[in-house]
């Protein structure tokens, strides 16, 4: 969480990048999951809801990034912004 925070846009962006990966693997493996129950077998892998843990704290971080996209210029959005906006739903 402390990545999102930064004041180093960079820094920033690749903490939402790496949630926004985990959150994106979480969700593919939901989808195997609910093929598997769906086929009457067991899935290979499985989540450990990580994103779900992280949840009550990564949404006001979140937000708080995309409130900044909307209070900048286009020109002077940063990258962190630009990421927030782009994360998957938790």
Do not use: H
């Not at 979480?26 to 949840?55: H, K, V």
């Not at 990034?65 to 938790?90: D, H, I, T, W």
């Amino acid at each position: 969480m402390s990545a999102i925070k930064a004041d180093n846009p960079e820094l920033a962006k690749m903490g939402i990048e790496f949630w926004a990966t985990i959150a994106e693997e979480e969700t593919e493996l939901q989808f195997e999951l609910e093929d598997a129950q769906a086929n009457g077998t067991t899935p290979e892998r499985s989540s450990c809801y990580y994103t779900q843990g992280a949840l009550e704290a990564l949404l006001p971080e979140l937000l708080e990034c995309l409130s900044k996209q909307v209070r900048c210029s286009p020109l002077k959005n940063s990258r962190a912004s630009f990421a927030s906006s782009a994360a998957p739903p938790f």
